[in-house]
């Protein structure tokens, strides 16, 4: 059988996305083609294929506009794990990313942050997943929240900057432009909330608020605009969260940690940031 060091690193395009979307179902994940779309036109894909031409790994870089840049998407086939092929592509992100004067991060799983950390990332903070349905969480609005509308996109895009550390405006207008996707703003505009649709269930975020009530309040509009299954990815501190999730129903479903290369100081205003865009994202 080859080995990894057999099998050539190339760059992914668009007609690369049914492959692509083929190793994130066989693993389980939530990712869409939008989101391999935005991977592959925002950022640089990369991929190793087998002896046929076959698709057998993956991993993404999406640069933001300053300071860091997201690694992704870092996905094996079942039968080529354990060959070296995740390391590789890892280190080639890295690389990557050192050319742009950026720091990379990732979103690492409970096995995965040992290997990252061999690798030079020290970890930032914990996340934590959590699973319910829409319909049973779903609150009364709260007073002041009300539906973003186009003109709203340069405001959800700051307060999301200075939540996560740095501006991904290409980002946002990606999640707000997403058939089924459904964005609130807070009273005094001072916190966001985007929903948008996934491969297995809604993704619930980036939720940015003032406090834990305003949080609340945009969680509840969020969920009474959607149906069905709903992943929410929440940092540990804001544990309250967790409380209030699971009162109504959600599960707690795994945990990630942030992790930075050879930095351990958290970026942007992570009070602020009641759940992640998720762990491709951040």
Same mark, same amino acid.
């Given at each position: 059988?080859a080995t990894?060091?057999?099998l050539?690193?190339?760059?992914?395009e668009a007609?690369?996305?049914?492959?692509?979307?083929?190793l994130s179902?066989e693993?389980g994940w939530?990712q869409?083609? /939008?989101?391999?779309r935005?991977?592959?036109e925002e &950022? %640089?894909?990369?991929g190793?294929?087998?002896?046929?031409g076959?698709?057998?790994?993956?991993?993404a870089?999406? !640069?933001?506009?300053?300071? +860091?840049?997201?690694?992704?998407m870092?996905?094996?086939? %079942?039968?080529?794990?354990?060959?070296?092929?995740a390391?590789r592509?890892?280190d080639?992100?890295?690389e990557?990313?050192g050319r742009l004067?950026? $720091?990379?991060v990732l979103d690492a799983?409970?096995?995965g942050?040992?290997?990252?950390g061999?690798?030079?990332f020290?970890?930032?903070? &914990?996340?934590?997943?959590?699973?319910?349905?829409?319909?049973?969480a779903a609150?009364p609005p709260?007073?002041g929240?009300?539906?973003?509308?186009p003109?709203d @996109?340069?405001t $959800?895009?700051a +307060? /999301? &900057?200075?939540? =996560? &550390?740095a501006?991904r405006?290409?980002?946002i207008?990606d999640?707000?432009?997403?058939?089924?996707?459904? =964005?609130f703003l *807070?009273?005094?505009r001072?916190?966001f909330v985007?929903v948008?649709r996934? %491969?297995?269930a809604?993704q +619930?975020?980036?939720?940015?608020?003032g406090?834990p009530?305003?949080?609340?309040g945009l969680?509840g509009? @969020?969920l *009474?605009a959607v149906?069905?299954?709903?992943f929410?990815?929440i !940092?540990? +501190?804001?544990k *309250?969260?967790g409380d209030w999730?699971?009162?109504?129903g959600?599960?707690r479903?795994r945990?990630?940690s942030?992790?930075a290369?050879? %930095?351990?100081? !958290?970026?942007? @205003?992570t009070?602020?940031?009641f759940?992640?865009? *998720?762990p491709e994202?951040?």
């Amino acid at each position: 059988m080859a080995t990894s060091e057999l099998l050539a690193i190339s760059e992914l395009e668009a007609r690369d996305i049914d492959a692509c979307l083929r190793l994130s179902d066989e693993a389980g994940w939530n990712q869409n083609a /939008d989101d391999w779309r935005l991977f592959i036109e925002e &950022g %640089r894909s990369f991929g190793v294929r087998d002896g046929d031409g076959g698709l057998v790994g993956s991993a993404a870089v999406l !640069p933001y506009e300053r300071e +860091l840049a997201y690694i992704a998407m870092v996905l094996v086939t %079942r039968t080529r794990r354990r060959e070296g092929i995740a390391t590789r592509l890892v280190d080639l992100c890295v690389e990557r990313i050192g050319r742009l004067g950026l $720091i990379p991060v990732l979103d690492a799983t409970p096995a995965g942050e040992a290997v990252y950390g061999r690798q030079g990332f020290r970890t930032l903070f &914990g996340l934590e997943r959590w699973q319910g349905e829409a319909e049973a969480a779903a609150v009364p609005p709260a007073e002041g929240i009300v539906r973003a509308m186009p003109e709203d @996109a340069a405001t $959800i895009a700051a +307060l /999301d &900057g200075a939540a =996560a &550390g740095a501006p991904r405006r290409a980002v946002i207008a990606d999640f707000l432009g997403r058939a089924g996707s459904h =964005a609130f703003l *807070g009273g005094g505009r001072s916190g966001f909330v985007i929903v948008r649709r996934g %491969r297995r269930a809604c993704q +619930l975020g980036p939720l940015v608020a003032g406090s834990p009530t305003e949080a609340q309040g945009l969680l509840g509009a @969020a969920l *009474g605009a959607v149906s069905g299954a709903v992943f929410i990815d929440i !940092p540990v +501190l804001h544990k *309250g969260i967790g409380d209030w999730l699971a009162a109504r129903g959600f599960t707690r479903q795994r945990g990630f940690s942030r992790m930075a290369f050879g %930095r351990s100081k !958290p970026f942007g @205003a992570t009070d602020r940031l009641f759940a992640s865009a *998720g762990p491709e994202f951040g």
